[in-house]
């Protein structure tokens, strides 16, 4: 009997760490899509923070099954608390604000809206707290079990595409997780910039706090700038914002090479 259970519990044990990575992702959209479903049907937004809060929560639990106390101390410390040059600080904190800004003012050139700043700290609460329950899985878990076996431009785009259909559920169900009147190729197509931009950030700060701190700017930009189309009505602005991103991550995959996205041996 204790030998049939333990060959059990190491055929378990084998299958989980071979298939660690489909399990997290076919998990993290399974979660997505029956919280978004629960919440449309119940007319309950509030279920839609178990989607958006599961890759990090199902990051944690698979750490915990594969690696034990050791596991959860390197993805929920290590890659947390540890020393990062100033200048990835910078770049995490302040390279998609600005170039949001900069879009804004050109398109103010020529008619578009002004460059304002609107702030609200419950918003900035919410912003962190959705920023912390995704990356621990989107970056810390899955990405460095992909550049394993890929390129870190190759992983930057499947975790970027997993992503970007994670966030499909919600906003289909309950109109959320995405910006109102943005097509949802558009928002892809920032998604999949955003992965990438986010990947060589972090590849270069061995930082998940990094990674937080450069979704959480994002998703700041998007709420205090006159960027979205649910803002300004229009879509020119943030077309100009993603022509600059994407011609700034062609430059940087380029610059510092796909393979590692980094200028380190």
Same mark, same amino acid.
């Given at each position: ?87 990835? #600080? *910078?770049? @995490?904190?302040?390279?998609?604000? =600005?170039?949001? !800004?900069?879009?804004?003012? /050109?398109?103010? $050139? ?97 930082? #998940? *706090?990094? @990674?937080?701190?450069?979704?959480? =700017?994002?998703? !700041?930009?998007?709420?205090? /700038?006159?960027? $979205? ?37």
């Amino acid at each position: 009997m204790n030998i049939e259970l333990s060959q059990t519990r190491s055929t378990g044990s084998i299958f989980l760490e071979r298939y660690q990575l489909t399990i997290f992702f076919v998990l993290v959209m399974a979660a997505s899509i029956t919280a978004s479903t629960i919440g449309y049907v119940l007319k309950n937004e509030n279920f839609a923070m178990l989607a958006l809060l599961s890759p990090s929560i199902t990051a944690i639990i698979l750490t915990a099954l594969l690696n034990g106390r050791n596991g959860l101390r390197d993805l929920l410390v290590k890659q947390l608390v540890r020393p990062v040059a100033w200048r990835w #600080v *910078l770049v @995490a904190a302040l390279l998609i604000p =600005t170039v949001a !800004a900069l879009a804004i003012y /050109l398109h103010s $050139l020529f008619g578009g809206p002004k460059l304002v700043f609107a702030f609200g700290i419950p918003q900035v609460i919410f912003i962190v707290l959705i920023s912390f329950g995704e990356e621990f899985g989107w970056r810390a878990f899955a990405l460095p079990r992909l550049q394993k076996k890929h390129s870190a431009l190759t992983a930057s785009l499947v975790v970027g595409l997993i992503w970007g259909f994670w966030h499909f559920p919600p906003s289909y169900l309950l109109n959320m997780a995405t910006p109102v009147g943005m097509p949802f190729g558009v928002f892809m197509i920032w998604i999949i910039t955003a992965s990438i931009l986010i990947t060589w950030v972090y590849n270069n700060s061995k930082s #998940v *706090l990094m @990674a937080i701190v450069m979704h959480s =700017t994002a998703n !700041a930009t998007f709420s205090f /700038l006159p960027l $979205l189309p649910e803002w300004v009505g229009q879509m020119t602005t943030f077309w100009v914002f993603l022509g600059l991103l994407v011609a700034i991550t062609v430059a940087v995959v380029k610059f510092f090479g796909p393979a590692r996205l980094t200028r380190n041996a």
